[in-house]
Structures are given as structure tokens and as C-alpha cells.
């Protein structure tokens, strides 16, 4: 009878325990299948989890925001110097989300140079929660993750949210579409190392999005740009505008407090921080914004890159070499960019050419016919269509 009595109970603990293991499983493929796939218009929401599918260290990584990500070419860089890379960037990505990206990169690989984008230097305080969860959703997890999320919460986000993303996404179940059933098991490939390429070009001249004046010495006009981040999937409320800056503003307290963090962050891991500033037309950096980072980079003995410094030598031409008035470089642009990064990075810091490695040219045989597919693909749609439309 004691016998009987001790078969039943066990067989009930293992029914509830099979019927747990079985919520579960349903609560994490719902979860799955409500999270954004970012496989239409909003691409970025899938950059921070390629990284994690690379299968060779890199000498070099790149962190910031789209004057990063749009703007250097790390296949450019492998085919002509035969340099390893890749770019740790998102949509707006704040100085504190750059320290997390770079810390959360260290539990995998040590670079031997770091070039963080110093664009993002702008913005002292969080902005939108869109922006926050296409960076922050695809880390992996681990205090560095939480810590990235605590320090980028806005106003009404909750940590919970993100350790369950079900509860900030469960609204979607009424508004799926066929991507969030093809990329249920696996997310969108969008970059290359990092990279987000687009072959079109749109001239600034042909294009009201960005003031060319206040760079290029003209009549300076005030122009209001299009936010291109307004509707990013799976934000349910509109988020508020973003203050525009002033001509003398000082940098806030807190991307100080993360670049110093960057910087010694580097000096413990020995690895070369250069600071860099991309030729991107909007938004305006202002001469006080140049003079702050001038400074810090002297007081720290840091090399600074302002691409806008380099626009002869670099050949950079805003009507060919932009595909969105001036915002960000296409694949022209980006690689005149990346001819002259390669350079520097080469003869002044030394770093090798792994090209003759056959471990490495194996990887990167994969990486360049990828990138090959994609132009030719972008390429197929502007002669079909006029534009392109599904990257």
C-alpha cells in the first residue's frame, strides 16, 4: 500500500512537472513569435544578434551609432588590407550602449584597436524606447545585458519587460504577418560584419532631409528632418521628439562618464582607442562639439579621425556617395571611407594581413559571397523597380 502511495504521488509530481515543462515551451514559442523580426523596413533590430554568429576573432571593432554602421565597410577592409572587423552599432546608439556592446564583445575576443563613433557624445540622457530595444533585445544575457538595460530604460520601461519580452509584445498576436512565421526559427541576416549596405544613391541636392550649408561654407538654411525611426514595430505609443541641440552646448555628464569608461576600459585590456567622427551631413556638429572632443583626446592621448577633415583625400561626393541626401554613405561612399581607415589602420598601428590565412580566407570566402549576393540583389531591384525595396 506504502508502495502504491509513493508511485502515485511520484507519477503526480512528474505529470505537473511535464505540464510546466510544456507551458513553457508555449510561452517561449509565443514569446518568439511576437518579438519583431525586423525583416521589413527596420533591419537594425537585428544587428546586436549577428554578432554572435561569428566564428573568427577581429583586430578591429567599431562601436556606435549609424555614422558607424552605414558608414565603414569592414569587407572593403579584408579584401583590399586583409583586416578583421566588425562594427558593433544600432539605431542611436548611446555612449553608455557602446561601453555594453564593447564590454559584452571582450567575454568573446580582444581586438587589438577600438574606433568608437563619437557622434552619440550628443545625447546625455536616454531617448526612445524603440531605440533601446532594437539595440538591447538581441544581447545575450548576462549582467553586462542588465546593466546595458538599467542604464538605457526610459521613462515608464520596465526591466521586466525585457527579461520577458512576451509582456511588451503580447499586443502584436492580432497583428503577425508571414515574416514573423519565416523567421520564427532564425532572424534575417542584414549585415555584413556589422555593416548595413545600400547601393542607391539619392544627391543632397536632390534631397531636403539634410543642410549641407553649415559644412560646405553656403547660406545656412533651417530645415526640419524626417525622423526615420517613427514607426518601429512593436512600439504601441508615439514617442516623444528628441530636443535639438545648440551651437556651445557642453557634452552631458553621463556619455562623458561612459567614454571615460570606454577609455579605460581599452587601457586595461591594451587594447588602441581611436576616437572617429563620420561625414554625415544631419545631424549639425557644431564647432563647439569638434572642440570638446579635440580636447579629451588630447588630454588622453587618443588619435581622432574627423572624416570631415578628410573629404579631398577621401574623394567623398555628396551627390554620389550618399543614398539619403547626405545622412549616411551607400556602398560607393562607405568604401572610400573604409580606403582610408584601412590605411591608417595598416601603417600606423601595425595590423596584420590575414588574407593568406587559410582559416581566415575560408570564413571570409562565405562573408564576401554574401556581400557579392547583395549587390547584385540591391542591384536587380533598382533596375526593376526604380528603388530598393527589401533591404
Known amino acids: 500500500m506504502q508502495s502504491q502511495n509513493k508511485f502515485r504521488t511520484a507519477k503526480k509530481a512528474a505529470v505537473v512537472l511535464v505540464s510546466l515543462m510544456v507551458l513553457l515551451v508555449i510561452l517561449a514559442g509565443l514569446q518568439r513569435l511576437v518579438q519583431p523580426k525586423y525583416a521589413g523596413d527596420m533591419p537594425e533590430g537585428n544587428f546586436t544578434a549577428e554578432y554572435y554568429e561569428e566564428t573568427a576573432d577581429h583586430d578591429v571593432l567599431l562601436i556606435g551609432d549609424c555614422e558607424v554602421y552605414e558608414n565603414i565597410d569592414p569587407i572593403y577592409l579584408w579584401k583590399n588590407y586583409g583586416i578583421t572587423s566588425y562594427i558593433r552599432g544600432n539605431a542611436q546608439q548611446l555612449a553608455w550602449q557602446s561601453y555594453y556592446m564593447l564590454e559584452d564583445a571582450l567575454r568573446y575576443e580582444t581586438p587589438k584597436v577600438v574606433i568608437y563613433n563619437v557622434q552619440a557624445l550628443t545625447y546625455g540622457e536616454p531617448q526612445r524606447e524603440e531605440y533601446n530595444r532594437m539595440a538591447l533585445d538581441g544581447m545575450r544575457w548576462s549582467m553586462t545585458k542588465y546593466n546595458a538595460i538599467q542604464s538605457s530604460r526610459c521613462e515608464g520601461e520596465k526591466m521586466l519587460d525585457y527579461i520577458f519580452p512576451?509582456?511588451?509584445?503580447?499586443?502584436?498576436?492580432?497583428?503577425?504577418?508571414?515574416?514573423?512565421?519565416?523567421?520564427?526559427?532564425?532572424?534575417?541576416?542584414?549585415?555584413?560584419?556589422?555593416?548595413?549596405?545600400?547601393?542607391?544613391?539619392?544627391p543632397v541636392s536632390e534631397s531636403d532631409v539634410a543642410?549641407?550649408?553649415?559644412?560646405?561654407?553656403?547660406?545656412?538654411?533651417?530645415?526640419?528632418?524626417?525622423?526615420?525611426?517613427?514607426?518601429?514595430?512593436?512600439?504601441?505609443?508615439?514617442?516623444?521628439?528628441?530636443?535639438?541641440?545648440?551651437?556651445?552646448?557642453?557634452?552631458?555628464?553621463?556619455?562623458?562618464?561612459?567614454?571615460?569608461?570606454?577609455?579605460?576600459?581599452?587601457?586595461?585590456?591594451?587594447?588602441?582607442?581611436?576616437?572617429?567622427?563620420?561625414?554625415?551631413?544631419?545631424?549639425?556638429?557644431?564647432?563647439?562639439?569638434?572642440?570638446?572632443?579635440?580636447?579629451?583626446?588630447?588630454?588622453?592621448?587618443?588619435?581622432?579621425?574627423?572624416?570631415?577633415?578628410?573629404?579631398?583625400?577621401?574623394?567623398?561626393?555628396?551627390?554620389?556617395?550618399?543614398?539619403?541626401?547626405?545622412?549616411?554613405?551607400?556602398?560607393?561612399?562607405?568604401?572610400?571611407?573604409?580606403?582610408?581607415?584601412?590605411?591608417?589602420?595598416?601603417?600606423?598601428?601595425?595590423?596584420?594581413?590575414?588574407?593568406?590565412?587559410?582559416?581566415?580566407?575560408?570564413?571570409?570566402?562565405?562573408?564576401?559571397?554574401?556581400?557579392?549576393?547583395?549587390?547584385?540583389a540591391q542591384q536587380k531591384e533598382l533596375d526593376m523597380y526604380g528603388e530598393i525595396r527589401s533591404f
Not at 499586443?171 to 542584414?190: A, N
Not at 556619455?255 to 572617429?276: F, G, H, S, T, W
Not at 577621401?314 to 572610400?336: F, R
Request: charged fraction near 35%; proline fraction near 4%.
Open 166 to 202: 512576451l509582456l511588451r509584445y503580447h499586443s502584436r498576436i492580432l497583428d503577425l504577418s508571414k515574416e514573423d512565421l519565416e523567421y520564427f526559427w532564425s532572424r534575417r541576416k542584414s549585415t555584413h560584419n556589422g555593416y548595413y549596405m545600400r547601393i542607391d544613391v539619392l
Open 211 to 376: 543642410d549641407p550649408s553649415w559644412l560646405l561654407g553656403e547660406e545656412e538654411e533651417t530645415e526640419e528632418i524626417d525622423d526615420p525611426w517613427a514607426d518601429i514595430a512593436g512600439a504601441e505609443e508615439e514617442s516623444e521628439p528628441v530636443t535639438e541641440r545648440e551651437q556651445g552646448e557642453p557634452f552631458g555628464h553621463l556619455p562623458m562618464e561612459y567614454l571615460d569608461r570606454i577609455r579605460e576600459l581599452c587601457a586595461e585590456n591594451k587594447i588602441q582607442l581611436v576616437l572617429m567622427k563620420a561625414p554625415s551631413l544631419a545631424p549639425v556638429w557644431y564647432e563647439s562639439d569638434e572642440e570638446q572632443v579635440v580636447e579629451y583626446a588630447k588630454n588622453y592621448q587618443l588619435p581622432y579621425i574627423n572624416f570631415y577633415e578628410h573629404l579631398d583625400e577621401t574623394g567623398i561626393d555628396y551627390e554620389t556617395d550618399t543614398y539619403d541626401g547626405g545622412l549616411h554613405m551607400n556602398l560607393s561612399g562607405a568604401d572610400k571611407l573604409s580606403e582610408y581607415l584601412g590605411r591608417v589602420l595598416a601603417e600606423e598601428y601595425g595590423l596584420a594581413d590575414h588574407r593568406k590565412d587559410p582559416a581566415y580566407a575560408e570564413i571570409y570566402r562565405e562573408k564576401e559571397k554574401f556581400y557579392e549576393e547583395m549587390i547584385q
